[in-house]
């Protein structure tokens, strides 16, 4: 019997990874330092179903493929699914996904929006994997496609029809469920509220580092101090 792996994220985000016994063929390697994306998808099943990893695999079988094409997938209940290993190269974003990472929320976004659950899972496990890879952003299918193409380094034929994530589901609320998008300043004087503290936080920036840090509001009379995490690293959640 294979046993869960239990991440530990914090008091108020933690994610249990379910391992699964997929049997894939022969599959690229993906090297760590060139992941860059995190790649939220909606399974887009029928009538929102709840698919598993297990599922998906034998419909991406059934198709040819090696399997199914995400390193992760959560269920409506929020359980969180190991599917590809991440060592290797998904095939869920063409032509990106020597860089990405796939992480797929079972359903269908163009039905209904993603479920509590699932939403608390992605926060978690988008935060872990956040620090084991080098990742500049988190993003949904559709738009990345869109702007690697309008960056010219994703070539046109690889535009996709899908509205993946989905049109009931909104990467902006999951963007700052997760912080923020990645390499995007704040605006001086945001608040936003961090499950890592009990008060509200204000922001200013050190401007040796180039970096933005978090103050607690309650001492702005004083100089400000720097708290233990960074802006491109906190995981925030609104009030």
């Not at 008091?11 to 993906?30: C, E, K, N, Q």
């Not at 872990?128 to 890879?133: D, I, P, Q």
Request: some cysteine; charged content about 20%.
């Amino acid at each position: 019997m294979v046993s869960s792996v239990s991440l530990d994220l914090g008091s108020a985000m933690s994610v249990t990874i379910i391992p699964t016994s997929l049997s894939f063929g022969t599959l690229r390697a993906i090297s760590p330092a060139a992941v860059k994306y995190l790649v939220v998808h909606t399974e887009g099943a029928p009538r929102n179903r709840d698919g598993s990893a297990a599922s998906m695999h034998a419909y991406h079988q059934k198709r040819g493929w090696s399997g199914i094409g995400y390193h992760f997938v959560i269920r409506q209940n929020g359980r969180v699914e190991r599917a590809r290993p991440l060592n290797r190269q998904g095939a869920h974003v063409q032509g990106a996904n020597h860089m990405a990472l796939g992480i797929c929320c079972s359903g269908n976004g163009d039905l209904a929006d993603f479920t509590a659950e699932q939403k608390r899972s992605l926060v978690g496990l988008i935060h872990h994997l956040r620090s084991e890879f080098p990742v500049t952003e988190v993003v949904g299918h559709r738009p990345l496609v869109d702007k690697l193409i309008a960056a010219g380094t994703l070539d046109r034929r690889f535009r996709t029809g899908k509205t993946c994530p989905g049109t009931r589901v909104s990467m902006q609320e999951l963007q700052e469920l997760i912080g923020v998008e990645l390499g995007s300043d704040p605006e001086p004087g945001t608040r936003r509220w961090s499950n890592h503290f009990t008060e509200w936080l204000i922001l200013t920036r050190f401007v040796a580092d180039d970096e933005w840090y978090f103050v607690r509001e309650s001492r702005l009379a004083a100089a400000p101090t720097r708290a233990h995490a960074r802006w491109s690293q906190m995981p925030l959640a609104p009030a």
